[in-house]
């Protein structure tokens, strides 16, 4: 055996998100053929944009690639190729990836790599929701501008075994979810100071934004939103709730627009925009909901 060499890269994993589900909803056979449909979009995607293949663990892909961009690129096309387009039955079973990316320095070593980059390229997946692709800093720090301007920042975290954070941050492939940015997020400010919450209702559950709670909540029509609302307006990823810098954020990423119904205030509407949530009231999707009907959410923020 060789010994190992040391070289800086963009590592990208891709993986199906809930394989389980298809197994059980189109039996073993064709899920297991969805699944090589996928792996073979994923290898195609890497090749397409000069990445190495590593190897396939049951339905996840690990590539690398000498630039970030080919990263995102290849990344871009997974996503494309595969959470946008396939459908699978008359019953319209959707398929969806996520897609994890970290670059940094790795060992490279007859066809595997490992070192402390491979595990933070791969907690960038596990962190992803279905569709999403998200990426760190070091990842940004190599794009070009074109790509820098589709990524903001959505969390910082500590990846498994490290004692270091490492800023989150999410590629915005589709042209819906391009949004005005927000300020970055101080990893010392990453929720409010004090006791300071919010909290979300909606049809009996209840979402805790901020003091130990969640620091970023998403709500839209996908399944894989902490608050799922469906309905013919709602986008896929309609909106979330930032907790930074002392505030409770509301950042709209929907085509029709998001409403905040404060108690006792005017009506705030929001399209690729953002509004401080304060006080109580009603947050509603797509159309004015009012309170207690089956499309509002509740929120209240409480010290």
């Known amino acids: 055996m060789s010994a190992a060499a040391e070289n800086k890269l963009s590592i990208l994993f ?10 059980e909803n189109l039996g073993d056979e064709r899920a297991r053929e969805t699944v090589q449909q996928c792996l073979r979009v994923m290898k195609q995607a890497t090749e ?5 293949v590593i190897k396939t663990m049951g339905d996840e892909v690990m590539s690398t690639f000498p630039s970030a961009d080919d990263a995102l690129n290849a990344a871009n096309q997974m996503q494309q190729r595969i959470t946008n387009s396939m459908r699978v039955d008359a019953l319209g079973t959707h398929v969806a990836i996520r897609i994890g990316c ?10 595997d790599i490992s070192g402390v980059a491979v595990h933070t390229a791969n907690s960038m997946t596990s962190q992803a929701k279905s569709g999403q692709i998200l990426i760190t800093s070091a990842v940004v720090d190599q794009l070009s501008p074109q790509w820098k301007a589709l990524v903001r920042q959505i969390d910082v975290s500590t990846p498994k075994g490290q004692s270091d954070e490492v800023a989150v941050f999410e590629v915005l492939w ?3 979810e391009a949004t005005n940015m927000l300020p970055s997020i101080d990893p010392a400010q990453r929720v409010p100071a004090g006791n300071a919450r919010l909290y979300l209702r909606f049809r009996g559950q209840e979402v805790i934004v901020g003091d130990q709670g969640k620091v970023t909540v998403t709500m839209g029509r996908a399944d894989e939103n902490d608050v799922v609302i469906k309905g013919n307006l709602i986008s896929r990823i309609h909106a979330r709730v930032d907790a ?16 905040i ?23 509603s999707m797509g159309r004015v909901a009012a309170r207690g009907t089956p499309l509002a959410i509740e929120y209240s923020v409480e010290s």
């Open 14 to 23: 891709a993986d199906v998100v809930g394989s389980t589900q298809l197994y």
């Open 48 to 52: 397409n944009f000069g990445g190495t």
């Open 102 to 111: 970290h670059y940094g320095a790795v060992q490279l070593e007859e066809r």
């Open 174 to 176: 589709q042209p819906e």
């Open 244 to 259: 930074a810098r002392n505030r409770f954020v509301l950042v709209d990423e929907s085509t029709n627009g998001t409403f």
């Open 261 to 283: 119904q404060q108690d006792g205030k005017e009506e705030i509407y929001l399209r690729r925009d953002s509004a401080v949530l304060t006080g109580s009231g009603v947050i």
